[in-house]
């Protein structure tokens, strides 16, 4: 199967702070990568439709300006959270796919505890 | 909106059973289906994928169908061991779209 890093694995952030995360493809180029949350006890939510060299489309009730994405590379997407706050302490994660409706992989996922 | 719904929540059956874990979905016009493994606060481990024309595929002690028509798909487990126990997540994807998961299904197989 295909190679999705993720990183960092864990962080832990001052309220109001930033942190960036970053999904990478290892081995293949994916034109399109997916950023889901997942709260405690709770499935994995849709935040974001990442598109390489075009704007990120946000799924309802997430904040584009709050979570900021950047899609630079076709192996490259970053997830930057903004004026963190404890209630977006969460479990983030990415996923790739090789082509568009092929098998998705995702990447180890970040802890984010905002303090 | 798809609707993923798995069933049951949470799952414990002694070493050696065979199981099953279900899977349904409101919109059958699917791309694909998919089922993933999850370890507490680990990422997805995927286990099967099965495309909208297949109606099951197998990877070892795992056995996956899907039945489109009616939005059920399940995930046979033969010979439970204790190293199966994670959440199994039933995820679906419609064309063009990104996966749509049900809530999960906590398994524990014990000793």
């Known amino acids: 199967g295909a190679v999705v890093s993720q990183h960092p694995s864990w962080v832990i952030c001052k309220s109001g702070t930033s942190v960036k995360i970053e999904c990478r493809s290892l081995?293949?180029?994916?034109?399109?990568m997916f950023w889901y949350r997942q709260f405690p006890k709770q499935s994995l939510m849709l935040m974001a439709t990442?598109?390489?060299?075009?704007?990120?489309?946000?799924e309802q009730g997430v904040e584009k300006d709050k979570f900021l994405i950047n899609h630079a590379s076709l192996t490259l997407s970053t997830l930057t959270v903004t004026s963190a706050h404890p209630e977006d302490s969460s479990f983030y994660i990415c996923?790739?796919?090789?082509?568009?409706?092929?098998?998705?992989?995702f990447g180890q996922g970040t802890r984010l505890t905002v303090v | 909106k798809q609707e993923v719904t798995q069933i049951p929540a949470a799952l414990s059956v002694p070493e050696g059973e065979n199981l099953v874990l279900n899977c349904s979905f409101t919109?059958?016009?699917?791309?694909?289906l998919q089922w993933f493994r999850q370890d507490p606060g680990k990422g997805l481990t995927s286990l099967l994928l099965?495309?909208?024309?297949?109606r099951e595929q197998t990877s070892g002690r795992l056995n996956a169908s899907l039945d489109k028509s009616s939005g059920r798909s399940t995930l046979y487990i033969a010979a439970s061991q204790p190293g199966d126990s994670a959440t199994y997540l039933c995820?679906?994807?419609?064309?063009?779209?990104?996966?749509?998961f049900g809530k999960g299904t906590s398994l524990l197989v014990t000793p």
């Open positions: 996923s790739a796919e090789r082509r568009a409706g092929t098998e998705a992989f």
């Open positions: 081995d293949f180029q994916a034109t399109t």
């Open positions: 990442s598109n390489e060299g075009s704007k990120a489309t946000y």
């Open positions: 919109d059958s016009a699917i791309y694909n």
């Open positions: 099965i495309q909208s024309s297949q």
């Open positions: 995820a679906v994807k419609n064309s063009g779209y990104a996966l749509n």
